[in-house]
């Protein structure tokens, strides 16, 4: 497993810097400084041979318990051969066509 590198504190005392910065967590899993002082929980992987970079949330609003619950979500994904990004990006397209056949939302059509 990951050696956890980070701390709550750690990463909530982050100073953003005149060029964006990360700092490494373990297992893929680092938060990315922005000089605008936004902080974004990132995953770099690996699939099908390509380089990838997976959002996990931005902080404080994911914190790092959960951006870690996530990163091993993302794994676990890798580990059955299923591309995290792709299977994000299907889940939310399931999601909204939920919400668009429904029927308040034909009955405006």
């Not at 100073?15 to 936004?38: E, N, V, W, Y």
């Amino acid at each position: 497993m990951a050696t956890n590198k980070l701390t709550d504190p750690a990463v909530r005392n982050a100073k953003p810097g005149d060029a964006p910065r990360k700092l490494t967590d373990g297992g893929g899993m680092f938060l990315s400084i922005q000089p605008s002082g936004s902080k974004w929980w990132r995953l770099a992987y690996r699939f099908d041979g390509k380089q990838k970079l997976l959002a996990l949330g931005t902080y404080p609003d994911t914190g790092l318990a959960d951006a870690r619950l996530k990163r091993d979500d993302a794994r676990k994904l890798l580990a059955n051969g299923i591309d995290p990004s792709a299977h994000k990006k299907a889940a939310k397209r399931a999601e909204t066509a939920l919400v668009e056949n429904t029927f308040e939302a034909v009955a405006r059509e």
